[in-house]
């Protein structure tokens, strides 16, 4: 964080969701940390705030970001932006708990660049499907921070993003 107290920390993780039709942003953690149960929790029980439902993302490091929502059945969909990021212990327990596949081999491009996995598919309800997700994440040269705010300023909550992980 700069001197300002303006800039947003390395890393975070957020709560959004969309009562009465509003953007609500609420700052879990200002440091993103590696406990995948207390994120899981901050979804909320599945079914009680309509559709579509709420989710987390957390920023570790500025490296990678995960998404946690609740899909039908109240099953989580979780999306990774970088799946090779396993040496991080949350990223290690996200792709462990929800079977997202990594081919390691293949992962990286000539700029080292990793692979998202998981449930590209996550935001679709909100209007942004896998095909538009996929060159955001994807992208060499935004760093994971970056990624979310252009995932929220598609979305419509880049505003109440920037004032959560700022305040």
């Known amino acids: 964080m700069s001197a300002s107290g303006t800039a947003a920390p390395a890393s975070w993780a957020v709560r959004v969701s969309r009562p009465d039709s509003r953007w609500r942003v609420e700052l879990l953690a200002d440091d993103a940390g590696d406990e995948l149960p207390v994120l899981e929790r901050a979804l909320g029980e599945p079914g009680t705030e309509g559709w579509p439902p709420p989710f987390v993302v957390v920023v570790d490091s500025r490296l990678y970001f995960v998404v946690l929502r609740h899909g039908p059945g109240g099953m989580v969909r979780a999306l990774i932006s970088d799946a090779t990021m396993q040496e991080w212990v949350l990223g290690a327990e996200v792709v462990e ?10 992962a990286f491009d000539d700029d080292e660049t990793g692979w998202p996995g998981g449930d590209l598919d996550v935001f679709a309800d909100d209007g942004l499907p896998a095909d538009e997700l996929r060159p955001i994440v ?30």
């Not at 708990?97 to 293949?106: F, K, P, S, T």
């Open 97 to 106: 708990r929800y079977g997202i596949a990594v081919d390691e081999d293949g």
């Open 138 to 167: 994807t992208a060499d040269d935004l760093w994971a921070d970056e990624m979310v705010t252009r995932i929220a300023a598609r979305l419509g909550f880049a505003d109440e993003l920037a004032a959560a992980v700022r305040a």
